[in-house]
């Protein structure tokens, strides 16, 4: 597990359907550290090009460097040692749609559950961060942040944890606004039917690669 230069906690779908629909709608199965052919769809490779490389996921925690004296196995028995008291996470329906200038799947209903897992997350494995480098805070201010947003980067090194935080499973970069519509139809069309209610017992530790890309490390159910 060393040879990563980043590490994340996400929510990968299981084996199933929406994994399969995920992994060739990004053309990046990042359960199994591969590319894979995508749908015919004009222009898909440019639509999810940005998205690509994390591969289909809902971030808990997002991408950080180990912190000086932190081990991967470290990390590995911290997360196993958070999901032991974690209960599972019911949400009403996962559904797509645009969140600002990009798509993604979004959860439906009380999502209270969903962010105290995600804060936790943050929090309770926050001694493993090293600092975000300087020129990665300047990145992420060009977004245009608020205050608080501010207040986050600077203490968790990312501005959308904690009360700023909204789950979503990213289907594309950045669209010009007359591009959301008809993307939205090409992804709707292709996605499997889903259950309601929306069940999450699980949380995954990606690995970002030497070339950029993530991929799955590990699976760690929920037995709270």
């Given amino acids: 597990m060393s040879d990563y230069t980043r590490y994340a906690i996400y929510y990968l779908p299981p084996e199933g359907p929406l994994q399969r629909f995920g992994a060739e709608w990004l ?3 990042v359960g199994r550290g591969e590319a894979v052919p995508q749908p015919d769809v004009e222009g898909i490779a440019d639509v999810t090009a940005t998205p ?13 460097r180990l912190a000086d004296g932190c081990t991967p196995e470290g990390l590995h028995d911290a997360v196993t040692a958070m999901v032991a008291d974690q209960t599972t996470v019911v949400l009403d329906a996962l559904v797509p749609g645009a969140l600002g ?9 009380d999502t209270a559950a969903l962010a105290t897992l995600a804060g936790r997350c943050v929090l309770e494995l926050d001694g493993f961060r090293a600092p975000a480098p300087e020129a990665e805070l300047e990145r992420r201010r060009k977004a245009g942040l608020s205050a608080r947003q501010e207040e986050m980067l600077l203490r ?69």
Avoid at 101 to 109: E, I, Q, T
Wanted: glycine share 10%.
């Fill in 27 to 29: 053309g990046w199965d």
């Fill in 156 to 224: 968790w090194g990312y501005p959308y944890v904690f009360d700023e935080f909204r789950f979503h499973m990213t289907l594309s970069g950045r669209l010009p606004p007359d591009a959301l519509t008809p993307v939205l139809a090409e992804v709707e069309a292709r996605l499997p039917v889903l259950p309601k209610p929306y069940v999450i017992d699980q949380i995954a530790l990606a690995g970002e690669r030497p070339d950029g890309m993530f991929e799955l490390i590990h699976r760690y159910t929920f037995t709270g």
């Fill in 101 to 109: 200038h990009f798509l993604a799947l979004k959860p439906a209903g």
């Fill in 52 to 64: 690509r490389k994390y591969g289909f996921h809902g971030t808990l925690k997002p991408p950080f």
